[in-house]
T-cell receptor, first 114, second 117 residues
Framework: AQSVTQPDIHITVSEGASLELRCNYS??????LFWYVQSPGQGLQLLLK??????LVQGIKGFEAEFKRSQSSFNLRKPSVHWSDAAEYFC????????????FGSGTQLTVLP | GAVVSQHPSRVICKSGTSVKIECRSL??????MFWYRQFPKQSLMLMAT?????????EQGVEKDKFLINHASLTLSTLTVTSAHPEDSSFYIC?????????????FGPGTRLTVL
């Protein structure tokens, strides 16, 4: 069975600082990886996804993530955080080529200090 | 592109009544849609997979007679909470799978906050 671990429940950074949110997955084959963001009372917005190919993927809002097979990780990064980035971030894994059974991590709450 | 809407965004009902939530993919067709439930400060819990033209597939522990799902077209799935009780109060989110070369991606609606009095 596939699983996702987001070790950090809550992260606080200052506006303008860099950010890295951790995600580790467990999956028996090549995974299909996603990062979503959720603002309070809202649905999830897709930030980026990894299918195959280049292991560094670029997403919306200046986010990027790097797939590291040897570490079973797919960490999300942003070089300079904006106050509007404060939200809940979810990492998810699916079977290769299919988003039909996604497994979500427990989420990381990001607080941005002025 | 890839916009998913949900209606209503918020509903309050009395215990024992039924509530219908609509999920629409606005700019793509989705043969598969998903319904999730989210409790405060928690991740998403998959309730069921909705397949156009066929019966939904429910996750273990989800009462299919209580949470009725209909996926009558390629752009619309509905979730009906029958005989709602206060413990059904939650945030319900749908998603639609958009097919593309390389694989599908789930796009999510904005969610529906259900409060049962």
């Amino acid at each position: 069975a596939q699983s996702v671990t987001q070790p950090d429940i809550h992260i606080t950074v200052s506006e303008g600082a860099s950010l890295e949110l951790r995600c580790n997955y467990s999956y028996g084959a090549t995974p299909y990886l996603f990062w979503y963001v959720q603002s309070p009372g809202q649905g999830l917005q897709l930030l980026l996804k990894y299918f195959s190919g280049d292991t560094l993927v670029q997403g919306i809002k200046g986010f990027e993530a790097e797939f590291k097979r040897s570490q079973s990780s797919f960490n999300l990064r942003k070089p300079s955080v904006h106050w509007s980035d404060a939200a809940e971030y979810f990492c998810a894994v699916g079977a290769l080529g299919s988003a039909r059974q996604l497994t979500f991590g427990s989420g990381t709450q990001l607080t941005v200090l002025p | 592109g890839a916009v998913v809407s949900q209606h209503p965004s918020r509903v309050i009902c009395k215990s024992g009544t039924s509530v219908k939530i609509e999920c629409r993919s606005l700019d793509f067709q989705a043969t598969t849609m998903f319904w999730y439930r989210q409790f405060p400060k928690q991740s998403l819990m998959l309730m069921a997979t909705s397949n156009e033209g066929s019966k939904a597939t429910y996750e273990q522990g989800v009462e299919k007679d209580k949470f009725l799902i209909n996926h009558a077209s390629l752009t619309l799935s509905t979730l009906t909470v029958t005989s709602a009780h206060p413990e059904d109060s939650s945030f319900y989110i749908c998603s639609a799978a958009r097919q593309a070369s390389g694989g599908d991606t789930q796009y999510f609606g904005p969610g529906t906050r259900l409060t049962v009095l």
